[in-house]
Structure formats: C-alpha cells, structure tokens
C-alpha cells in the first residue's frame, strides 16, 4: 500500500505536468507561472484584471481546475460553479459596483466568440452596459 501522501506527490506532480503539456494561458496563471493582477484567489478559484478591458472594470473570475469550456462542467462540478458565481458576488462588491451594477457573461465556443479555452466568467461593470448585447 503506497502511503497517502506520496499519492498526493505523484498525483499532483502528473497533475502540473499535464496542465504544463496542455499550454493552458489561464492554467498558466493559476498556478502563478504566468503573472497576473490578482484581485482574489482561494483553494478553487483565482479572480484577476482582464489585459483588454471593456470596461473601467473588467475581472475574470477562473477555476484553478482546467475546464475547457461551461459545456464541460460535468454534474460533479456543481459546488465548483456555484462557488465560481459567489465569489463574482464577493469581488464585485470589493470593486464597488454591487450596487451600481454589473453584468457577467461566460462566453462559450466559436459564435459566443470564446477565445480562451478555460472556463471563466467575465465581470464587467463601472459604466452604463447596453442590452441586448452585440
Ligand atoms: P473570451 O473571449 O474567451 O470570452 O475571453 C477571454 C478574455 O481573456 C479576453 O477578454 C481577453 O482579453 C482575456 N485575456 C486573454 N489573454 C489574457 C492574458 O494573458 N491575461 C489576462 N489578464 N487576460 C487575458
Ligand atoms: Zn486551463
């Protein structure tokens, strides 16, 4: 029996490594190989500034485990997504727009116009957001 916490070394040493092979931007900058301003991060997720704002504020909130797209979440990533949502509700009141508004969006696959293939949730807010959206 291989004691536990040396399944947890081969398991995250296979881990890193897969997410090394995979290229992932966003993997890259939850495991801070790749910088970022980080507005918050848990166990779960990372929250940071997105490069190309489109709005005075514009977060990315991302899980820490790779998925590629919301087509992806599988039915045992419920708590994972539901965290994902309250910790929109935590950073946009740090940031001050809860009250104000803001909207959130995840876009998925090509029509969508999802151009990084790790799910995130984009945070916008801090001016007037048109609907319906472009
Ligand atoms: P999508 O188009 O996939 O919904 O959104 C991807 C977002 O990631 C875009 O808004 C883009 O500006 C942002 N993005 C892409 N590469 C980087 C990066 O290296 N750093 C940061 N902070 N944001 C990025
Ligand atoms: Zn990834």
Redesign the pocket.
Known sequence: MIPFFIQKLFFYTWWKGKMKMCGC?FCK?ASHE?P??IIYEDDLCMV?????P?APV?L?VIPKKHITSLNDAGDDDGNLLGHLLSTVAHVAKEKKIAGSGYRT???TNAE??????HL?I?VLGGRLLNWPPG
């Open positions: 931007i900058m790749i970022a301003n940071f500034e997105d490069i190309n489109q514009h990315l969006v995840i876009n969508a116009g999802q151009t990084v293939f995130h984009h």
